[in-house]
């Protein structure tokens, strides 16, 4: 089965870094865009950052960007998201999610914990 395990969370003050990681497993990993999304308290889940299946070419959400930059290594079948600048806005749950479109089904992670506070 589709699962994906996300880790590196944690507090962290504003202006600092953090670095996400997002392991999946149960699908043809290559072969498959993946994103970030986050949802902090009261909000609805958000987009964060995409990557294609091959890792040339991303997207990022306009609050994100320039800060933010996600990659990914299949050999690893793993995602990252590098996240510097860290502002408190930027707390919230992140998680890793793919589509898998014969299934018609988007797969989420349990997600990793961000607080930026001082």
């Known amino acids: 089965q589709v699962q994906f395990v996300e880790s590196g969370g944690g507090l962290v003050q504003p202006g600092g870094s953090l670095r996400l990681s997002c392991a999946a497993s149960?699908?043809?990993?290559?072969?498959?865009?993946i994103s970030w999304y986050r949802q902090a308290p009261g909000k609805e889940r958000e987009f964060v950052a995409t990557?294609?299946?091959?890792?040339?070419?991303?997207i990022y959400a306009d609050s994100v960007k320039g800060r933010f930059t996600i990659s990914r290594d299949n050999a690893k079948n793993s995602v990252y998201l590098q996240m510097n600048s860290l502002k408190p806005e930027d707390k919230g749950v992140y998680y890793c999610?793919?589509?898998?479109?014969?299934?018609?089904?988007?797969?989420w992670g349990q997600g990793t914990q961000v607080t930026v506070s001082s």
């Open positions: 149960g699908f043809t990993f290559d072969t498959y865009g």
């Open positions: 990557i294609t299946s091959t890792g040339d070419r991303t």
């Open positions: 999610s793919t589509y898998i479109l014969s299934r018609k089904v988007r797969y």
